[in-house]
């Protein structure tokens, strides 16, 4: 007999601290993979990421909206906006598997139900949800680069903030990626077991974790390195700026001591 669990990851449009989150949904949450605080009510489980992705596993539609509504998603299920950013993954549990589990493009097959393995496919699931954030968040600071490269021919101090203030956003988005998702990091509970380290290596893989951040990378680099070449320019026309300053109120304390010597003023 298979038992389905359907999963459902999303990213919190607004950070709850784990206080919050307990006292709305009057749950106590307790440590499971790496950061990653979890709960078991009956047969249901919901995980929470220090990179604020909430994922609610066999839990049915209702109580997932009422879940929402709870920690103040106004969002629905079926009317989710461009800021909540959620995937939902099928999860099947099926004794006669050969395997200890298979993993296609429709849904993740259990051999047994196991805590361990919920986790680390919520652990998965919720890292490929932060990535697909920080894909839109770059897709959205390439715009903006582009846009200021075509800005950078003209010099103007506001602009010079304007560009100095967009690099400070770009480091902290670094410092978030880099930090906060461990996305190339395995937890440590793989290293003591070989089926959950293979259903994390195998889960990933079909995600493209690995691929995927090495392009937010790469994209992140670039841009990196067009406002490095934004900032040079901007640094030069205002060297420009000051050095024609300079020139102009020479030239007048010049034409000053001229008219002064011939008796002008």
Same mark, same amino acid.
């Given at each position: 007999?298979?038992?389905?669990?359907?999963?459902?990851?999303?990213?919190?449009?607004?950070?709850?601290?784990?206080?919050? $989150? #307990?006292?709305?949904?009057?749950?106590t949450?307790? +440590?499971? *993979?790496?950061?990653?605080?979890?709960? !078991? @009510? &009956?047969? %249901?489980?919901?995980?929470?990421?220090?990179?604020n992705?909430?994922?609610l596993?066999?839990?049915?539609?209702?109580?997932?909206?009422?879940?929402?509504?709870?920690?103040? $998603? #106004?969002?629905?299920?079926?009317?989710?906006?461009? +800021?909540? *950013?959620?995937?939902?993954?099928?999860? !099947? @549990? &099926?004794? %006669?598997?050969?395997?200890?589990?298979?993993?296609?493009?429709?849904?993740?097959?259990?051999?047994?139900?196991?805590?361990?393995?919920?986790?680390?496919i919520?652990?998965? $699931?919720?890292?490929?949800?932060?990535?697909?954030?920080?894909e839109?968040?770059?897709?959205?600071y390439?715009?903006?680069?582009?846009?200021?490269?075509?800005?950078?021919?003209?010099?103007?101090?506001?602009?010079?903030t304007?560009?100095?203030?967009?690099?400070?956003?770009?480091?902290?988005?670094?410092?978030d990626?880099?930090?906060?998702?461990?996305?190339l990091?395995?937890?440590?509970?793989?290293?003591?077991?070989?089926?959950?380290e293979?259903?994390?290596?195998?889960?990933?893989?079909s995600?493209?974790?690995?691929?995927?951040?090495e392009?937010?990378?790469?994209?992140?680099?670039?841009?990196?390195?067009?406002i490095v070449?934004?900032?040079?320019?901007?640094?030069?026309?205002?060297?420009?700026?000051?050095?024609?300053?300079?020139?102009?109120?020479?030239?007048?304390?010049?034409?000053?001591?001229?008219?002064?010597?011939?008796?002008l003023?």
């Amino acid at each position: 007999m298979n038992t389905r669990l359907d999963l459902y990851a999303i990213y919190l449009t607004k950070p709850l601290s784990v206080a919050e $989150i #307990q006292k709305a949904l009057k749950i106590t949450l307790s +440590k499971g *993979i790496e950061t990653m605080l979890y709960a !078991e @009510i &009956n047969n %249901s489980m919901i995980t929470y990421t220090n990179f604020n992705v909430l994922t609610l596993i066999d839990w049915p539609k209702d109580d997932i909206l009422n879940v929402l509504n709870l920690l103040g $998603i #106004q969002d629905t299920y079926n009317n989710l906006s461009t +800021k909540n *950013i959620y995937q939902d993954y099928p999860i !099947e @549990i &099926n004794s %006669s598997l050969n395997t200890s589990f298979a993993i296609d493009n429709q849904k993740i097959t259990l051999k047994e139900h196991s805590r361990n393995s919920l986790l680390i496919i919520s652990h998965v $699931i919720s890292q490929s949800v932060a990535l697909e954030v920080y894909e839109n968040k770059l897709s959205d600071y390439y715009e903006r680069s582009r846009s200021l490269l075509d800005e950078s021919d003209t010099f103007s101090i506001f602009k010079r903030t304007k560009f100095a203030k967009f690099a400070k956003q770009l480091v902290l988005v670094r410092h978030d990626m880099m930090i906060d998702l461990y996305l190339l990091d395995k937890p440590n509970i793989v290293w003591d077991n070989e089926n959950v380290e293979a259903l994390y290596n195998d889960l990933a893989s079909s995600l493209e974790l690995k691929d995927r951040f090495e392009v937010v990378e790469y994209k992140l680099n670039s841009i990196k390195d067009d406002i490095v070449m934004i900032m040079d320019l901007t640094n030069h026309n205002h060297s420009s700026f000051l050095e024609w300053i300079i020139i102009i109120l020479i030239v007048i304390e010049v034409i000053m001591g001229l008219m002064e010597w011939f008796g002008l003023k």
